[in-house]
């Protein structure tokens, strides 16, 4: 596989591919949906949430830790995870300004 080349784009670029890579699975958007409905910190309710088993639920919660939306903590011998307002408002910044740079009209092919 070749060089992913990511010098040859944007920091804000880069960022905004970055942070829809660590959105890109379904699992991890009923997990941030768990977590935003539930506005609290969740300490193991997730496997029964989302139906799929702990190994997988505990990667995609990695995932999603490891991109700073959520973070952890350790709680006996549980660790809960909660949405980090400050990533997720970067997040939401991010994305509604990607978006609203777009003006589509009825000229496109």
């Given at each position: 596989?070749?060089?992913?080349?990511?010098?040859?784009?944007?920091?804000?670029?880069?960022?905004?591919?970055?942070?829809?890579?660590?959105?890109?699975?379904?699992?991890?958007?009923?997990?941030?949906?768990?977590?935003?409905?539930?506005?609290?910190?969740?300490?193991?309710?997730?496997?029964?949430?989302?139906?799929?088993?702990?190994?997988?639920?505990?990667?995609?919660?990695?995932?999603?830790?490891?991109?700073?939306?959520?973070?952890?903590?350790?709680?006996?011998?549980?660790?809960?995870?909660?949405?980090?307002?400050?990533?997720?408002?970067?997040?939401?910044?991010?994305?509604?300004?990607f978006f609203g740079e777009v003006s589509l009209g009825n000229k496109c092919c």
């Amino acid at each position: 596989m070749g060089a992913s080349k990511t010098d040859l784009f944007t920091e804000q670029q880069n960022e905004l591919a970055s942070m829809a890579k660590a959105l890109a699975h379904p699992a991890r958007i009923a997990i941030l949906q768990y977590l935003v409905k539930t506005n609290a910190c969740v300490c193991g309710d997730l496997v029964e949430e989302l139906g799929l088993a702990q190994a997988t639920t505990s990667q995609h919660l990695k995932e999603l830790k490891n991109a700073g939306i959520i973070q952890g903590t350790i709680e006996g011998a549980s660790v809960c995870y909660c949405i980090n307002p400050a990533v997720w408002k970067q997040y939401k910044q991010l994305f509604n300004s990607f978006f609203g740079e777009v003006s589509l009209g009825n000229k496109c092919c």
